[in-house]
């Protein structure tokens, strides 16, 4: 499967939004509710990608080049793990762990919003390449 690389940028913009507003208000709510958006993330079902390709990208024209959508998906599943670590940081009132893991989430999404850098596709292609057998 191909995605317009724009989507997951447009993504990680507004992700990048929420996860500032969870780090301002300290709101474990609004990390629950970004955690729920990484789950629709990885299973290629994310309400910003679906906003982008309706509203955003026709607006916009047709890319010049389209990705595979596994590493997005897997960047999905990190940003998932580091919810969830913030959440449990949340609900056990350890405030520094809930506030680390939402700001490392943060400065991933930031990386990929603003310099096109997506952290979590990156440790997919590492971790292809490490596989047993694999010659790329």
């Not at 993504?11 to 609004?30: I, Y």
């Not at 390709?53 to 940003?79: I, M, N, S, T």
């Not at 310099?115 to 390449?129: A, N, T």
């Amino acid at each position: 499967m191909q995605v317009d690389p724009r989507g997951p940028r447009f993504g990680a913009a507004v992700t990048t939004v929420v996860l500032a507003l969870v780090l301002v208000t300290g709101s474990a709510w609004l990390l629950a509710v970004q955690a729920i958006v990484f789950v629709l993330g990885a299973l290629d079902v994310s309400p910003y990608g679906f906003f982008f390709r309706k509203f955003v990208r026709p607006r916009l024209g047709p890319p010049g080049e389209l990705e595979d959508a596994a590493p997005p998906r897997f960047a999905q599943g990190v940003g998932i793990a580091f919810a969830v670590v913030g959440l449990i940081g949340f609900a056990t009132g350890i405030t520094p762990l809930a506030l680390g893991a939402t700001a490392a989430a943060l400065l991933a999404a930031f990386l990929n919003a603003a310099f096109g850098f997506c952290l979590g596709c990156e440790m997919y292609l590492i971790l292809r390449r490490l596989q047993p057998g694999r010659t790329t």
